[in-house]
């Protein structure tokens, strides 16, 4: 007898809390065997391509040796302790009061049913069923979700009078080194020199499919920093449907380090002309300064030390032994 079976009977049947208030509020079906759940992680190439993984699993299944009776025919015996309920009623003595109460039948263990050692089914020990593997051929689809669930009915455990439970696996995107995913788009990041962000060029992908696309960057169509590019129809197909959605392109540009810079005059002549700057008034008192490298870790320092004096200003404003109280938005 299972754990579902047990709790019925404690509550005089119906179905959990149902038989506290009445039972039978609502008609319960055939008693099915628990499902086993699984998460099966896939890599965003076969999401785009599609596949079809064989995966192994442990289950338990109806023991072939008895047939599911756990012992030879007619060897199965009701447990004459709790009546073949698997429970038993006690009482116990609480004061002036008598407190009853119900258990799981220690001759039977809650099984409701008793077979001698002789008796047993030498291949299953009595249990009635045995763990089996079994390999199910899983088709994970083009497109499909983060999250989505691949049923299979029936390929579950097996207990003796019950329905066979299901088997349940859930995809999890595994992280991708190149493309994040959202919905059917896709999202790259790449980065390009500051001759071709200004001049023009080329900037090869490689695709989830191992196509390899070649971006072209007219000469004159400057890109700048962070700028934002689309290329439709390249990005992941749509689950059961034959659409695509887009491929985003974000680019990062790369700028020369000072000791590649030569011949900045040249750039004088190509370039526009300098922004010009507010200048300050002919009698002003002017300091000139050079810019120097940061030390992140002294720049850190700085910003929580920034932090933590702005909080003690704050604080300078209520008075000793006043409570800071924050109004609630309306």
Known sequence: MGAEDLFAQFFGGGGGFGGMFGGGMR????????????????????????????????????????????????????????????????MRQMGPMIQRFQTVCPDCNGEGEIIREKDRCKKCNGKKTVV??????????????????????????????????DVVFEI?????????????????????????????????????????LTVNIAPGEVITPGAIKVIKGQGMPSYRHHDFGNLYIQFDVKFPEKDQLKNLELLEQVLPTRAEQTQPPQDAMIDDFELEDVDSSEYSQARAHGAA????????DVPPGAERVQCASQ
Not at 309 to 316: I, L, N, P, Q, V
């Open 27 to 90: 008609e319960q079906g055939p008693k099915k065997a628990r499902t086993i759940h699984h998460v099966h992680k896939v890599n965003l190439e076969d999401i785009y391509r599609g596949k079809v993984s064989k995966l192994a699993l442990q289950k338990s299944v109806i023991c072939s040796g008895c047939d599911g009776r756990g012992g030879k025919e007619g060897a199965v015996k009701s447990c004459t302790g709790c009546n073949g309920s698997g429970m038993k009623t006690m």
């Open 132 to 165: 089996e593997r079994k390999v199910l051929h899983v088709h994970v689809d083009r497109g499909v979700k983060n999250g989505h669930k691949i049923e299979f009915r029936g390929e579950g455990d097996q207990m003796p009078g019950v329905l066979p439970g």
């Open 172 to 212: 999890e995107q595994k992280p991708h080194a190149r493309f994040q995913r959202k919905d059917d788009d896709l999202f790259y990041q790449a980065e390009i020199d500051l001759l071709t962000a200004l001049g023009g060029g080329t900037v090869i992908i490689e695709h989830l499919d191992d196509r390899w």
């Open 309 to 316: 004096g702005s909080m003690d200003e704050d604080d300078d």
